[in-house]
């Protein structure tokens, strides 16, 4: 009763969420889901090094009146365009890194390997690194 109603929203915004809610994202996608969705690509559009875009559509919204926004910010014929394109997979994943032989190795003492401390137990450590630390423990 005591909330924020999305009708409050300017009619440029508004009109924006409900084109992406129902012409962009389709049937059955809630006002609240929009608004999830929309935050999220902000949120990628910032881990993408655009945090001065979002602050400039920030700006602008402050600082324009109501009476002289843009009322048609999403225009219908921008989306059906973009459902008409061939839309790109999700991006290739990089191939599995292959990971280097483990063995493990029991010590006796306390040895010092490239700057790194092993005590006095067992590890579970590459063949390289269990050679290293044989021949320190060896006395070599």
């Excluded at 048609?72 to 061939?86: C, R, S, W």
């Amino acid at each position: 009763m005591y909330g924020f109603r999305m009708a409050q929203l300017p009619a440029p915004e508004y009109t924006i969420l409900q084109r992406l809610r129902k012409d962009l994202l389709g049937d059955g996608c809630t006002q609240r889901a929009a608004i999830a969705t929309a935050l999220r690509v902000t949120a990628e559009v910032v881990r993408d090094g655009g945090a001065h875009r979002v602050v400039q559509h920030y700006d602008e919204f402050r600082s324009v009146a109501p009476s002289e926004r843009r009322d048609d910010l999403l225009p219908i014929e921008t989306i059906v365009a973009a459902q008409a394109a061939p839309s790109r997979g999700p991006e290739a994943t990089p191939p599995p890194v292959a990971e280097e032989p483990t063995e493990v190795v029991i010590l006796r003492r306390e040895v010092w390997l490239n700057g790194e401390r092993f005590g006095p137990g067992r590890y579970v450590v590459t063949e390289s690194k269990a050679a290293g630390l044989r021949a320190l423990e060896a006395g070599r």
